[in-house]
C-alpha cells in the first residue's frame, strides 16, 4: 500500500468515527401524571419533538380512557351502562367495544374468576367510597348471585346489563390502557420507553437505548416499599395484583379490593401477589387479578394448560415460585438473595 492510498484510507476512517460521534443520542425525557386513580411514571428515549409529541399524546389519551371507563364520573359512558335500567347503550368507539369482548372472554377463559360484574360488591364494602364496611353473610350471598359476566348482553355496538347489574373495568382499565399506549409511543417514533402505570402494570417498549432489556422490579407484598426480585424485560408487559395494594382493617381483620366472585367477598386463596409477564398489558392485568382468584394451585394448573406467559406468585407465608421461562430473566433482588424460589415446570 502506498503512503497516499494510506493517508486517504486514514482520513476516511476518521471522518467516519467523527460522523458517528456527531450522531444523535437520543434524549431521555421522564413525565408523571396523575389519571384513573393512579400515579404514572413514563420514560421515553428519543428525539425532543418525537418525545414531546408522546408526551402529549399520552396525557391526552389517558384523560379520554378515564373519561370513558370510570364507573364514579356521571357522564363516563361505564355510568352510562350502570344507570341504563336495562336499556342498551352505544358504545362509543370499536377500542371500546373489543375491550369489552375482552373482558368478557377473559372471564370465560379464567372459569369466571376475574369477572366485570363484581362492581355492586365492590361498592358494597365500600373500596369506591373509602367509607369500607364488613357486610352481613346475607347481604353477600344476594350481591354473590348478582355477579355474572355471562349475562351482559353485547349486540353489534350496543350493550347492554340486566336491571341491578354494574360493570367495573378496574381489574384491566390500566393494562388496556398500558396496550393503547404501547401502540402510540411506537407509532409517533419512540422506540425505548418504560411506560409504569402505577407500579402494578408496566410495558417495556423495546429495550433501553443501549440496547440492554429493562430491569424492573417486583413489589414484596409483605413490605410494599421493597422489591423482591427484578424481571428482565424488553418489548414486553407486566401486570401485578395483590391484597396489599389496597384494603381495610377491622377487628383485626384485613380485608382486600380483589373479591372472589363467588362469594363477593374478598378473595382468600393464600396467595399476597401475582404477577403475570406476557406481550399484552391487558392480558397481564386481568389474568393477574384472576389468579390471585383462583390461588396457587387452581393457577399453575392454569399456566400448564396455556404456558403463553409467564408468572410469579407470593403465598401469604412469602414463598415465592416463578415459572421456567424467566430462566435468565429473574433474580432476587438485594436483600431477598437467601430467599427459595420454587421453579415451576
Ligand atoms: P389494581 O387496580 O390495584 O391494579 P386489580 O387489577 O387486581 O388491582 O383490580 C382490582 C379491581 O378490580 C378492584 O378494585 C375492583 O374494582 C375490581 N375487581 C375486584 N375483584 C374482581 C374480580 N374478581 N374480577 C374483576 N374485577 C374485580
Ligand atoms: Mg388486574
Not at 421515553?44 to 402529549?56: A, F, I, N
Not at 360488591?121 to 367509607?131: D, I, L, P, Q, R
Not at 392485568?285 to 390461588?295: H, I, K, N, Q
Request: net charge negative; with cysteine; hydrophobic share 40%.
Amino acid at each position: 500500500m502506498s503512503k497516499r492510498t494510506l493517508a486517504v484510507l486514514l482520513t476516511a476512517a476518521l471522518c467516519i468515527s467523527a460522523l458517528a460521534g456527531c450522531e444523535k443520542r437520543p434524549e431521555r425525557m421522564e413525565f408523571t401524571t396523575f389519571a384513573m386513580d393512579t400515579v404514572m411514571n413514563f420514560t421515553l428515549y428519543g428525539s425532543r419533538k418525537d418525545c414531546s409529541t408522546v408526551q402529549s399524546v399520552l396525557t391526552d389519551r389517558l384523560a379520554g380512557y378515564e373519561d370513558m371507563l370510570s364507573v364514579t364520573k356521571e357522564d363516563s359512558f361505564v355510568y352510562a351502562v350502570n344507570h341504563a335500567n336495562g336499556e342498551w347503550v352505544e358504545i362509543p368507539d370499536d377500542d371500546i367495544l373489543a375491550l369489552l369482548y375482552s373482558v368478557q372472554g377473559l372471564g370465560l377463559v379464567t372459569g369466571g374468576a376475574l369477572d366485570f360484574t363484581a362492581y355492586p360488591a365492590v361498592k358494597a364494602w365500600g373500596f369506591t367510597s373509602g367509607e369500607h364496611r364488613v357486610p352481613s353473610d346475607e347481604e353477600l350471598e344476594e350481591l354473590a348471585e348478582k355477579i355474572d359476566y355471562t349475562a351482559v348482553k353485547l349486540d353489534g355496538n350496543t350493550v347492554a346489563l340486566p336491571q341491578g347489574m354494574e360493570i367495573d373495568l378496574g381489574a384491566v382499565a390500566k393494562g388496556w390502557a398500558g396496550d393503547q399506549m404501547w401502540k402510540a409511543v411506537k407509532e409517533n417514533g419512540v422506540s425505548s420507553a418504560l411506560l409504569d402505570l402505577g407500579q402494578s402494570t408496566i410495558v417495556a417498549v423495546g429495550t433501553k437505548p443501549e440496547g440492554n432489556p429493562w430491569r424492573i422490579g417486583v413489589v414484596d407484598p409483605a413490605q410494599p416499599g421493597n422489591y423482591f426480585a427484578v424481571v428482565e424485560l424488553a418489548d414486553m408487559a407486566m401486570g401485578t395484583s395483590g391484597g396489599y395494594q389496597r384494603y381495610f382493617e377491622q377487628d383485626g381483620e384485613i380485608y382486600w379490593h380483589i373479591l372472589d366472585p363467588d362469594t363477593a367477598a374478598p378473595a382468600r386463596s393464600g396467595l399476597s401477589s401475582v404477577t403475570v409477564i406476557a406481550p399484552s398489558a391487558f392480558f397481564c392485568d386481568g389474568l393477574s387479578t384472576a389468579l390471585f382468584v383462583m390461588g396457587l394451585e387452581e393457577g399453575v394448573q392454569f399456566w400448564r394448560n396455556d404456558p403463553n406467559f409467564e408468572a410469579i406468585f407470593v403465598t401469604e407465608e412469602g414463598k415465592i415460585y416463578r415459572t421456567a421461562g424467566l430462566e435468565g430473566r429473574f433474580s432476587l433482588a438485594e436483600g431477598y438473595t437467601d430467599r427459595e424460589v420454587v421453579v415451576l415446570k
